[in-house]
């Protein structure tokens, strides 16, 4: 094993002991002469093992006594409250709001904590171009004519082939590809809705997806949902007879990073099927988890193809390339005519290229980078709000995705905080935006997306002064 793998194979074990608790805060570690002796290692493995534990603020050196493991971020701020949304509350649209932040995107004068997508830093740029150019060499007439209807073929290949991480079954038959997520998304509500019809949702949601929902003329029932385990799946149950789909984002949920355990999954996919109520399972984030394994998706556990599963590459690998996809299960016909209607066929170029990127092999190695990245810029994150934020701040403590959860108490209102923090040149995203009642005003999303930089440091304390100011 080549020392770079080994390295950070040890320091990932001991990582592992620290936040399953096995090692406590307080506890002193091997020195860095018997970590060689019990590994075989070299000095500077050894000292970069410590190193690499020291970036994830998860030990800390203490002169002439040696290593010891850190109080963890998470464990000293509270977790949020299961959410309480209305069962049948009077509904607004944020539309002003949504508006306000969503035209901050692009910006580059801007601090954009609002944006929930990768920055550059997280992206393989130079293959990605590569791809383009060798797409259009391959294509014919140059990547100029009409893709298929059902999309490109090796692409559906592709993805059906990764099923397997996620215990899933898929033939490049059973998809569909789509201009993106939510083009997806649409898609499916546009086949099984009609105006009137009550869609539930997880609340917080993404406000895309409210906005989608109230533009087809559906109702929203917010569900409560545990920042942890997810939608509360009783709560579904009880309302199950004035419900007619459902819309899920099962892994990593924007905005409070929540992953449902494979226990929950399966009893929904079950409700569900027996109401004969769709689902439409949003995995988005599923290829973006912090743990040692993929976590199962609601489609894994579905017989009956009641569930449609949409993803994209927006948040893995290219947001800009707008390549997503949809496995509709026993819906597939209805989807593919509306499909005809709406777009004929999607971009040519851009599928071919993030095909053939899996095809070698580099989108693996690219999520395992990123995955690491991605966490580790968690950890700095939940380590700035803990020190430059109030000390009643709480924070939700995602397991993967790109979103974490801030909760304030009630003097914050984070909506009048966008107004303040945009004259400074930051955006956040108020918690206003995830939802259509009147609730999560002291809430924002923070994006993990964005890497926290020294200068982005400085924005987060600049932004955790101006919270003090408003208790």
Request: proline share 6%.
């Amino acid at each position: 094993m080549k020392t770079d793998f080994l390295y950070i194979d040890i320091s990932g074990k001991i990582a592992r002991l620290i936040k399953d608790k096995v090692l406590k805060a307080g506890d002193r570690l091997p020195s860095v002469r018997m970590l060689c002796k019990e590994h075989n290692i070299s000095m500077n493995t050894a000292k970069r093992v410590f190193w690499e534990l020291e970036a994830q603020s998860l030990i800390e050196s203490r002169p002439q006594s040696g290593y010891f493991v850190c109080q963890l971020p998470y464990q000293r701020l509270p977790l949020p409250a299961l959410t309480n949304p209305l069962p049948s509350g009077r509904t607004s649209e944020p539309d002003e709001l949504i508006r306000k932040v969503y035209s901050t995107m692009g910006k580059k004068d801007l601090t954009l904590f609002s944006i929930g997508a990768p920055a550059k830093e997280f992206l393989p740029l130079a293959k990605l171009n590569k791809e383009i150019v060798n797409a259009t060499r391959a294509l014919p007439a140059s990547g100029t004519a009409y893709e298929q209807l059902q999309g490109n073929d090796l692409l559906r290949r592709m993805i059906a082939a990764r099923a397997i991480s996620w215990g899933g079954h898929l033939q490049e038959d059973d998809l569909i590809t789509t201009a993106g997520g939510m083009n997806a998304i649409s898609f499916c509500l546009m086949a099984l809705t009609k105006p009137g019809d009550t869609i539930a949702m997880e609340s917080p949601c993404y406000p895309g997806s409210l906005q989608l929902a109230r533009s087809l003329g559906l109702k929203v029932m917010e569900i409560p949902t545990h920042p942890v385990t997810g939608l509360d799946i009783a709560t579904l149950k009880n309302r199950i007879d004035k419900i007619d789909i459902c819309l899920l984002v099962p892994n990593f949920n924007t905005p409070l990073g929540s992953c449902m355990p494979e226990e929950n999954k399966k009893a929904v996919v079950k409700l569900l099927a027996k109401h004969n109520i769709p689902l439409i399972e949003d995995d988005i984030y599923g290829e973006l988890y912090f743990g040692t394994h993929r976590p199962k998706c609601c489609k894994t556990f579905d017989r009956e193809g009641n569930v449609l599963l949409c993803s994209s590459f927006s948040k893995t690998l290219a947001p800009g390339y707008r390549v997503g996809w949809v496995a509709p299960g026993k819906y597939k016909e209805q989807l593919l005519k509306l499909k005809l209607v709406h777009a004929i066929s999607s971009s040519a170029i851009t599928q071919e290229a993030i095909a053939n990127f899996l095809k070698t092999g580099r989108y693996d190695h690219h999520l395992r980078k990123m995955r690491a990245m991605v966490q580790q810029n968690y950890i700095q994150y939940v380590n700035a709000v803990a020190e430059y934020f109030p000390a009643d701040t709480r924070v939700s403590r995602p397991q993967g995705g790109l979103a974490m959860w801030v909760e304030f108490n009630r003097n914050v209102d984070t909506t009048a905080l966008f107004d303040i923090a945009i004259k400074q040149k930051i955006s956040i995203a108020p918690g206003r935006m995830f939802t259509l009642q009147h609730q999560y005003e002291n809430c924002m999303r923070l994006s993990l997306g964005l890497l926290l930089t020294d200068e982005v440091r400085q924005k987060l304390k600049q932004l955790g002064k101006m919270v003090n100011m408003m208790i």
